[in-house]
């Protein structure tokens, strides 16, 4: 028997010396030392040792155990810093090496303009409203006082899905629906895409956008209008800029007119950029028409109202002095860095 233990350590100290990782040491101490393991088979067989031979059997076989232990750890704790020196080794890190650059987006021209304007009616008590762009001929239409038959239809080249649906040619729609939705005071802002069958060149694009707006309460007048729209020229072009409205004609506004800034490239004088004229055309506005306010639900004996429409494009090209509208959707990185 003790010639046995000693073979038992002698294998086990061999078994350790060749082991790789803490998975071939574990697999050697559950052989010798595990409750199926070599020593323990050989202490169930003490019983069978005569009183004398026990003790002196029972105490190698402890030292046996003791010295596997001892060893087990000590093997454990060379492969272990062995596998740090090796990680350290492959994961080197060198802290010198240039960053990788990571590329942040931007917004796109249209967008820093449109948050801009978005900004000064927020400023003025305006909230945001949006609505689809198929739309029913009704809202595009119908409701803004433009019948199947008028004349206004055939200067917004409609895309028709069908007889009653349309891609909106305005977002003047946004109108009706938010007086049918909505009882006065009403102060909205709807921006949004717009379509009209053009055919694209440096000004015309199938794909536009504009940006509605509508007040309707009690006693709303043209002054309300006038110092609202001159109030949101000055946030937009500064304080120094002038405005001028001329007489107009929408089918959904009475009285209409067309609001002008002074060309702030020459103050008047006339230049390339105002073409000669010393003003350029901001938007399209008027009081709204009774009959609109009537398809609504809204007496027009006690409410008025004011409306106008802008389109976006045009505003952003003279802001950022672009010369032609299909830069805004040709997504091109080089043109959209700039901003
Ligand atoms: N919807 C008009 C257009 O597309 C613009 C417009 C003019 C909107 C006058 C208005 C308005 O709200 O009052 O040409």
Same mark, same amino acid.
């Given at each position: ?8 350590? &002698? &294998? ?10 803490? &998975? ?187 940006? /509605? ?40 506004? /009475? ?19 105002? &073409? ?53 959707? /040709? ?9």
């Amino acid at each position: 028997m003790k010639a046995a233990l000693e073979e038992i350590a &002698k &294998k086990a100290f061999e078994e350790l010396a060749h082991s790789q990782d803490l &998975k071939a040491l574990d697999a050697v101490r559950v052989k010798y030392l595990g409750k199926k393991g070599e020593l323990t088979a050989i202490l169930k067989q003490m019983g069978k040792l005569s009183a004398e031979e026990r003790p002196v059997v029972g105490q190698l076989a402890n030292q046996v155990r003791a010295d596997i232990e001892e060893k087990l750890e000590e093997t454990k704790l060379n492969l272990e810093s062995k596998m740090l020196d090796l990680r350290l080794a492959c994961e080197t890190l060198d802290v010198t090496l240039p960053g990788s650059k990571q590329e942040i987006g931007k917004k796109h021209p249209l967008t820093i303009v449109l948050d801009e304007i978005k900004e000064i009616f927020i400023g003025m008590g305006f909230e945001i409203a949006q609505g689809p762009e198929v739309e029913l001929d009704y809202y595009n239409f119908e409701a803004l006082n433009v019948p199947k038959d008028h004349p206004a239809r055939d200067t917004q080249d409609t895309f028709y899905i069908n007889d009653n649906v349309v891609l909106r040619t305005q977002t003047s729609p946004m109108q009706i629906r938010t007086m049918e939705n909505q009882k006065p005071p009403i102060r909205i802002l709807a921006p949004g895409r717009v379509y009209r069958s053009d055919a694209v060149d440096a000004t015309h694009s199938p794909l536009f956008h504009q940006i /509605e707006g509508l007040v309707v309460d009690k006693n709303i007048t043209m002054s309300d209008l006038k110092g609202t729209l001159e109030v949101f020229v000055k946030r937009l072009y500064g304080e120094d800029s002038v405005v001028r409205f001329r007489p107009h004609h929408f089918p959904f506004t /009475e009285p209409s007119a067309e609001m002008d800034v002074q060309c702030f490239n020459c103050h008047g004088e006339g230049c390339p950029l105002c &073409k000669g004229e010393g003003w350029i055309e901001i938007l399209g506005c008027g009081m709204v028409h009774p009959k609109v306010l009537k398809n609504c639900g809204i007496d027009p004996e006690e409410y008025s109202g004011f409306a106008f429409g802008m389109g976006l494009e045009r505003i952003v090209m003279r802001r950022y002095n672009i010369n032609d509208l299909r830069l805004f959707f /040709e997504n091109n990185v080089r043109f959209l860095n700039q901003f």
